[in-house]
Each structure stands twice: as C-alpha cells, then as structure tokens.
C-alpha cells in the first residue's frame, strides 16, 4: 500500500529555515511525480513544488523561487523541500503528493486534484 509520511513541521520565526522530508513506502518513487502542497485557512490547497524523480526536472510556484529548493533521495525513497528565507505568508499546513508522472510537471503541480496520494500533512507557522 502506498503511503507517505511527512516530517514534523514547526514555528519558525521570519527569515528562519526548515526542511521538511517525505518518505514514501510501499511502492518505489521512479515514474512518479512527488509535489508538495500547502494549504492555508481559508485558502485553496496550492502547488509549492514538484519534482519528477526519474530525471529531476522540477518545478516552483513564483511565491517560493529563489527560497525553497526541492531534491530527492532515490536510495531512500525520500524527497525534502528545503525552505529558507521563510516568511509569515508561508505559514500553512504543509502535504506531499504523489502520482504516476502523466504530464509535465508544471502542468501536474498546478493541480493538486490530480494528485491520488497524500500524506498526513504537517503545520509549518512562520511568526515571531
């Protein structure tokens, strides 16, 4: 059964950097395209990044360019989304996502409904 686990988020304060980390089990990450996704109240869930594991091509939102980078760990079946910079507006509850890659990344990230597969989701609060 294919399942995710996100790593434990947290308070940062402003400027402050986390990683989070999600770890995929019962299926091997090759033809998939992994996203993380963040969902703040009131908002829609949006596309933060994604990346495609069998060639690394990734993707950002404009909100995160230049502060977050996405990588993957193949060996450990993990991908991690390093956010540095961070900023009050980044305060959200934070998924990753799978899917069988079935176009480009970009067009995948944009639309989370496409994605079948969710972890637990993890609160990341950027305040002071």
């Known amino acids: 059964q294919l399942q995710l686990v996100e790593s434990e988020g947290g308070l940062v304060q402003p400027g402050g950097s986390l990683r989070l980390s999600c770890a995929a089990s019962g299926f091997t990450l090759d033809y998939y395209v992994i996203g993380w996704f963040r969902q703040a109240p009131g908002k829609e869930r949006e596309g933060v990044s994604c990346?495609?594991?069998?060639?690394?091509?990734?993707y950002y939102a404009d909100s995160v360019k230049g502060r977050f980078t996405i990588s993957r760990d193949n060996a450990k079946n993990t991908v991690y989304l390093q956010m540095n910079s961070l900023k009050p507006e980044d305060t959200a509850v934070y998924y990753c996502?799978?899917?069988?890659?079935?176009?480009?990344?970009?067009?995948?990230?944009?639309?989370?409904?496409?994605?079948?597969?969710w972890g637990q989701g993890t609160q990341v609060t950027v305040s002071s």
């Open positions: 990346i495609s594991i069998s060639d690394g091509t990734t």
């Open positions: 996502a799978a899917l069988e890659r079935i176009s480009t990344v970009q067009a995948m990230c944009v639309n989370p409904r496409l994605f079948r597969s």
